[in-house]
């Protein structure tokens, strides 16, 4: 080998070993970053984003959104937030990963969102974002701490929620644990039993299991949501249930 050609060898490995050292060093574990002028608290794993905190004033609830993998799949659905070719556009009130409930004292949290014309919305709860208490990071684990109020049309407090959301990464899969507490403010709140609640996460096209026909979707308010009939081209998601059903035998069942 020509002294030249060593010389830029050595040149070059210096330059990969200490450029690996430094990203390696900036990209170690879990790192959280305060968006306050976004309304949202994005968490990010060895550099990259795997999900956000959002209190978005149009979505009427705080949600996490994006969901990603370690290695940066997205599963969940990007519309109304950022749409997507080939998704479904029913149903905005799912998004990302959220929790809250259709009958609150007789009010509808579940299907709260703009859509909503202004005329009904005296019919609609809406669940504000309080104060990001507290966060941890670290290599294998992050956590937020986060509050909000579960608020009625005119204001009132029905509910104190305090919520810990809980990040951990095990053998590269990423995972979500969410912990909360409602308190009622100050009479007593009842949550009636109706379809839907409590805990939800609103998948991918591509996650979501092939349908072939189009339907009618309808709230407690009697809203209705047209869902036609679309292309399942690379559709293979599935249902399970840790009774044994599957498919659509999973609706609406204890497991």
Known sequence: MQLRSLQRYLLFFVW?????GTMAQKKKGFD???????KQVSVFWKGKLVTAYCYYDSIRKPFLFPVNTTTGITVTRGYPLIPAAGE??????????????????????WNNSTAIPVANRNHYGTIRHKELKTYR??????SLNVTAEWITPEGEVLLDEI???????K????????????????IEVVFADVKDGFFAIRVARELEMPTQQSDVFIDAQGNKT????INNEGVTGMYFT????TGDSAWGTKG
Do not use: C
Request: aromatic content about 12%; cysteine-free; glycine content about 6%.
């Open 16 to 20: 990969v070993f200490l450029s690996e």
């Open 32 to 38: 959280i970053l305060e968006q306050p002028r976004q």
């Open 88 to 109: 479904r556009t029913d149903h905005p009130h799912h998004t990302g990963v959220w929790m809250n409930y259709e009958s609150v004292n007789g009010l509808d949290f």
């Open 137 to 142: 990071t670290g290599n294998k684990e992050a």
């Open 163 to 169: 919520t810990t959301y809980k990040f951990q990464v």
């Open 171 to 186: 053998d590269n899969d990423f995972y979500i644990d969410r912990i909360t507490t409602l308190q009622a403010r100050s």
């Open 226 to 229: 047209s869902v036609p009939k």
């Open 242 to 245: 840790s009774e044994g059903k």
